[in-house]
């Protein structure tokens, strides 16, 4: 089969979560085909340097620096509008210019399928959010903002929740699981980069590994608050900044050692060896944490204004803090 695959690029969550599909795929034979823009894409192109790249609308995400979003959310709806209709447009002409088999958007709203062609093509659509959560003085419009997310994904042929399908072991928890779910939903799993790696714990000369991600500027505003926090500490710090883009070098001052970006392999062996990690609540980072087994020593830092980091933060020390209970029992 010839697969077509496109992650949204808001952050890094969406196109790392697709690296075990791409895996999976190439494994049993499949022609994989990357498609997307910006950092995301950047990441797909160093994972896999050997698969072809086709280019979609490019998406300039940008928070506010306070910790509500709501007016940067707000103003970027007429971007997201025009973002569709570009995005839309390129899927056309990719379709026209060659056939795939299957067509994965991780949450690019508008890659559906168009309503007189292309029938040989399944679209997929790969979402965590089944329900929206909104800050508290907006929630009265979270209804609102489910229904318009779910006339996009009802459009497509099928839905993949990665998570778990019962919602006693869900990772997302109502997120994943609202009250109705519709017929084109299948729980897939947790998806996780590191699913099948094989390392061991060793001392990796780090007391803490810090793993950056999301939008500006409220990465480089957490960055910055961890330069200050750890700065006279001491303790050996190394900041993985979330930037695949450019020059993989890295810069040390102090106990502090700041690098753009790392591979796999080279980043398993510290996230199992370092004593003390530091992330945001984003959900690839709590799927990969779980699957290691690691998150109970995460310090979850949610972005400021995202109250769906907030909810799976509390999720997830929940999670870990009856694991603990159990193992203690």
């Known amino acids: 089969m010839k697969i077509l695959i496109a992650p949204l690029n808001w952050g890094l969550g969406h196109a790392t979560r697709c690296i075990p599909l791409i895996r999976r795929w190439l494994g049993r034979g499949d022609e994989v085909v990357l498609a997307g823009d ?90 965590h959010q089944l329900r929206i959560l909104l800050p508290r003085r907006w929630q009265w419009l979270a209804p609102v903002a489910t229904a318009l997310h779910r006339a996009f994904y009802g459009r497509y042929d099928e839905v993949w929740v990665p998570d778990y399908t019962d919602p006693a072991e869900s990772l997302a928890g109502k997120l994943a699981h609202p009250a109705e779910v519709p017929a084109t939903v299948t729980y897939i799993g947790p998806l996780s980069r590191f699913e099948h790696a094989e390392a061991t714990e060793a001392k990796t000369g780090y007391d803490v590994l810090a793993l950056l991600s999301g939008p500006e500027p409220q990465r480089s505003m957490l960055e910055a608050a961890l330069v200050e926090r750890y700065r006279d500490s001491g303790q050996r710090v190394l900041i993985v900044q979330g930037k695949p883009m450019g020059p993989m070098v890295p810069l040390s001052k102090g106990g502090i050692t700041r690098v753009p970006h790392l591979p796999d392999e080279r980043l398993l062996p510290l996230l199992l060896g370092t004593p003390h990690l530091i992330a945001r609540s984003g959900y690839t980072t709590v799927m990969d944490m779980h699957v290691l087994g690691l998150s109970g020593k995460v310090e979850w830092i949610p972005t400021p204004g995202q109250p769906e980091q907030e909810y799976i933060a509390e999720q997830t020390w929940n999670r870990a803090g009856t694991e603990l209970r159990g193992e203690k029992g």
Not at 43 to 52: G, Y
Not at 53 to 78: D, F, K, N
Not at 79 to 99: H, K, N, T, V
């Open 38 to 127: 910006g950092e995301s894409l950047a990441l797909l192109r160093r994972t896999f340097p050997h698969l072809p790249t086709r280019p979609l609308a490019p998406l300039h995400v940008r928070y506010s620096r306070g910790s509500s979003q709501v007016g940067a959310m707000a103003a970027m709806i007429p971007a997201l509008g025009l973002f569709c209709l570009r995005d839309r447009r390129a899927l056309r002409q990719l379709l026209a210019e060659e056939p795939f088999d299957i067509v994965v958007s991780d949450n690019r709203f508008a890659l559906y399928p168009f309503r007189h062609a292309h029938r040989g093509t399944r679209f997929v659509y790969i979402t």
